[in-house]
């Protein structure tokens, strides 16, 4: 019987994860829930899934989910912050951890689990561009088996059968272009925080949804590639695909390309992560061609969408860039969707802290922690400096 945690229980990828474990009850259960803030929804998810264990991230929440548990007549153990977290995802309680907590707060349970060895279905792309080569490191000295839990990923994984073999020319990644695609920059200028988030083919949560509008997801991801599959930079190309049907391709050297697809739906990279390398019922139709006609390919517009180079030279510079990259990007996108600033200032003010911050070996993760840290506090001041006005030209 696999014993599941999932941490950002209440999130898209958490409830999807949910959904795929409880329609194989004889084979799996979540033994751990994980949640930010929200402890009625993470109480409602105790209610129905019974685990062992709910951890809220905030410990002034305690009380309200011991209360909260207790009330559900629940033998659930409520536990709060980071420490209880890590401890959770790296210990008994659970042999396989789905990390599905959103941006870098998500690395220290990553961490803790890659190094327990545990089974982890790494959905926080964050935890790999922040501190990648920890991680992995961690996951090889432990055996820890990784397997991807973003579409793209999951894609390159099954065409490849787990591991990179032999012979791999160049990977590709697609991207759906957003909701903006075709937009220029004097169209994006207006953008609102409601625009950005109404995704044309994935229901994700705020966070990614703005980074595909961006592109800053595609980003990540190609950093996110690099790190599980080891391959430069310059081997994992991206290509835009409105359909979302085709998730990656992997080209060998032969000239063979395998793809895969399907509909976009994350419960086919959750089943596959669950049971690999056995195949799972995850809820998930088929996909009729026929019924969806063309699939079209073109070519990232940079020019409009600089988040995706920007990932690309931070990764090209490496050591503590794309640290920094990740944090600017989640202060500048936590700003724009609070409506703070415009949808043009994400880049620049990703740009402004790549050049304030020159890249520094990336020789421990507390120089990352640190990296990560100052890019932060660079970004906020910059957003709360009124006088210095973002340039988005
Ligand atoms: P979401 O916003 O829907 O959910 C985030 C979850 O994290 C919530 O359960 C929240 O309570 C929890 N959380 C937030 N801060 C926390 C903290 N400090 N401590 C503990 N828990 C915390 O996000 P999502 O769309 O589910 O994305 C989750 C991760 O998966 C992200 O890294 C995202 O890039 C990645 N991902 C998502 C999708 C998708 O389809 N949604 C696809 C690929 C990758
Ligand atoms: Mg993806």
């Keep these: 019987m696999r014993q599941v945690a999932v941490l950002g229980a209440t999130g898209s990828i958490g409830t999807s994860a949910l959904d795929v474990i409880a329609r194989h009850p004889g084979r799996m259960r979540a033994s751990v829930l994980a949640a930010g803030r929200n402890v009625q929804a993470l109480v409602r998810l105790c209610r129905a899934h019974r685990p062992d264990h709910a951890v809220i991230a905030d410990p002034a929440l305690l009380g309200e989910l011991r209360e909260g548990l207790r009330q559900a007549g629940l033998a659930t153990a409520a536990h709060a912050g980071d420490e209880a977290l890590q401890a959770l995802a790296g210990g008994p309680a659970c042999d396989t951890v789905v990390a599905a907590i959103v941006g870098a707060a998500g690395l220290a349970s990553t961490l803790a689990a890659a190094a327990a060895g545990k089974r982890l279905l790494l959905a926080n792309k964050e935890s790999l561009v ?134 976009p739906d994350m419960r086919t990279a959750l089943a596959v992560g669950l049971g690999w390398p056995e195949r799972l019922e995850s809820g998930v139709a088929g996909l009729d061609l026929l019924a969806h006609g063309r699939l079209e390919f073109e070519a990232p517009d940079m020019e409009a969408f600089p988040c995706l180079r920007l990932a690309r030279e931070a990764l090209a510079a490496g050591g503590t860039a794309t640290a920094v990259l ?45 990296a990560d840290a100052e890019a932060r506090r660079l970004t906020r001041a910059r957003i709360d400096s009124p006088s210095t006005r973002i340039a988005t030209a």
């Design 130 to 263: 922040l501190a990648g080569e920890l991680v992995i490191q961690a996951a090889r000295a432990s055996g820890a088996q990784i397997v991807p839990i973003d579409s793209e990923h999951s894609a390159v994984f099954q065409c490849m059968r787990s591991r990179t073999p032999e012979g791999v020319r160049r990977l590709v990644l697609t991207a759906s272009g957003g909701p903006f695609r075709g937009w220029d920059r004097a169209r994006l200028a207006g953008v609102t925080p409601a625009q950005a988030v109404a995704h044309p083919k994935w229901s994700m949560g705020p966070k990614i949804s703005v980074d595909s509008a961006t592109l800053m997801n595609k980003g990540l991801e190609v950093i996110e590639a690099h790190h599980l599959f080891d391959l430069p930079g310059e081997r994992i190309d991206v290509l835009v695909h409105p359909q979302s049907l085709v998730h990656a391709l992997v080209e060998y050297v032969d000239g063979s390309t395998l793809a895969q697809l399907g509909l």
């Design 326 to 370: 990740n944090a600017a990007n989640e202060e500048a996108v936590s700003a724009f969707l609070q409506g703070r600033i415009g949808f043009l200032a994400i880049p620049a003010l990703v740009e402004e802290a790549l050049a304030a911050l020159p890249p520094q070996p990336a020789a421990s993760l507390e120089v990352l922690l640190a």
